[in-house]
C-alpha cells in the first residue's frame, strides 16, 4: 500500500495561449480523463535520503541521486525538500506513471510538478495549500521553459476552469453545465520554450503587429469569460474559431493542426482550435456531447495519432 498517492491533472488552454504570457486574459480547464500519478510507498529500515524512483511507464528505476542533474524529476523533488527545508530525508520509493503525452500543449510538465511537489509536501507530514503549489511548480516551470505565464501550474495545481491574468489573482469560472471537447494530437512535438521564444522574436521584431493581435487574443478571452458563464456554447465556438485565426497571424500554427481543426468544424464541432504553444502538439474542439464521437473518428481518419473526448465542469 503506498503511503500517499498524488495525482495531477492534465490542462487546455480554451483561449489565449501566448497572449497570457504577456498579461493578456487567458482561461485554461484542467482534463481529468489524462493525468499524472505518483505513488509514494515509506521504506523503513533502508538508509535514510534512498528516494528509488520507478517509472511505470518506461520500465526504469534509478536512485534519486544517480538521476542526471538535468532531470526534472530530480530538481523538482530536491527544490521541494529544499522549500520545505528538510534535513533528514525517510527512505522512499516513488512510481511514476501518466497518460499525458509529453510535449503535446497539455501541460505535461506543470503537472509532474504540481503532482511531485504535493506527493513530497504530504509525504513528509505538510498539507500545502493549491496557491502555494502552484508557487512552488511555477519556479520548476521558468527553469523548463523560460518564460511561461504561469497559466499551467495553476490550473493544474487548483484543478478548476479559471480566467487567468499573469501576476493577478486567479478567478475561478463555474459552467452551468459540463463542456464537451475533443482533443486529437498531431504527433508533432510542440516545444514550448522555443515556440514562446520564436514569439518573443518576431515581438522584438515586429511590436506594434504582434503586440495588436496578442490585444486581439486577450479581447476574445475576455468575451469568452462571459459567454462561458452564460453558457451560450455557439458564441464561444465562434470565438474558438477566431482565436485560431490569430494563433495561425501569430506563425504557431501548422498544416497539420490547420487540417484537424478545419475536420473538426467539417464534422459539426461548435468551434475548433490549436491548444498550447503550438506548432505541433493538440488541438481541440467544442461540441455539443452528441457530435462527440463522430468527431473523435473524423480527427483519427485525418492523421491525429490520438483523439480523445472530454468533459469538463
Ligand atoms: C503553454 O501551455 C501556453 C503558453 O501561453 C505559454 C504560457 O502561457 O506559459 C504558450
Not at 497518460?99 to 503537472?111: D, K, N, V, W
Not at 516551470?141 to 487567468?164: M, R, T, W
Not at 465562434?238 to 506563425?251: K, R, S
Not at 506548432?279 to 492523421?303: C, F, H, Q, V, Y
Request: charged share 20%; proline share 6%.
Amino acid at each position: 500500500m503506498p503511503a500517499i498517492i498524488s495525482q495531477a491533472p492534465a490542462k487546455t488552454i480554451l483561449f489565449g495561449e501566448h497572449a497570457a504570457v504577456y498579461g493578456f486574459p487567458a482561461i485554461a480547464v484542467p482534463i481529468n480523463t489524462l493525468s499524472l500519478r505518483v505513488s509514494f510507498f515509506a521504506k523503513p529500515g533502508q538508509a535514510q535520503g534512498m528516494w528509488l524512483i520507478r517509472n511505470k511507464d518506461t520500465g526504469t528505476a534509478a536512485f534519486l541521486s544517480d538521476l542526471p542533474e538535468s532531470d526534472p524529476v530530480r530538481k523538482i523533488i530536491r527544490f521541494a525538500v529544499s522549500e520545505l527545508n528538510i534535513q533528514q530525508l525517510p527512505a522512499a520509493e516513488l512510481l511514476l506513471s501518466s497518460t499525458i503525452p509529453i510535449a503535446s500543449g497539455l501541460g505535461s510538465s506543470a503537472a509532474l510538478a504540481v503532482a511531485l511537489i504535493r506527493g513530497v509536501s504530504q509525504f513528509l507530514g505538510f498539507n500545502l495549500p493549491p496557491q502555494r503549489i502552484s508557487e512552488m511548480a511555477f519556479e520548476m516551470e521558468k527553469i523548463q521553459h523560460g518564460n511561461p505565464s504561469g497559466i499551467d501550474n495553476s490550473v493544474i495545481a487548483f484543478n478548476q476552469p479559471l480566467f487567468y491574468v499573469k501576476n493577478q489573482s486567479v478567478e475561478f469560472l463555474t459552467f452551468k453545465s459540463p463542456l464537451t471537447i475533443v482533443l486529437a494530437n498531431t504527433g508533432i512535438p510542440s516545444l514550448t520554450r522555443e515556440v514562446v521564444g520564436e514569439v518573443r522574436s518576431k515581438r522584438e521584431s515586429e511590436p506594434e503587429k504582434i503586440d495588436a493581435l496578442l490585444s486581439e487574443i486577450g479581447q476574445i478571452a475576455l468575451k469568452a469569460r462571459e459567454k462561458l458563464v452564460q453558457t451560450d456554447l455557439t458564441e464561444v465556438g465562434c470565438l474558438l474559431n477566431e482565436n485560431h485565426v490569430l494563433l495561425q497571424q501569430l506563425g504557431v500554427s501548422c498544416p497539420e493542426l490547420d487540417c484537424l481543426v478545419d475536420t473538426a468544424r467539417k464534422t459539426g464541432a461548435l468551434g475548433a482550435k490549436l491548444c498550447g504553444s503550438g506548432k505541433g502538439g493538440n488541438m481541440i474542439a467544442l461540441t455539443n456531447p452528441d457530435r462527440a464521437e463522430s468527431i473523435r473518428k473524423a480527427l483519427l481518419a485525418s492523421g491525429a495519432i490520438q483523439a480523445i473526448t472530454a468533459e469538463v465542469k
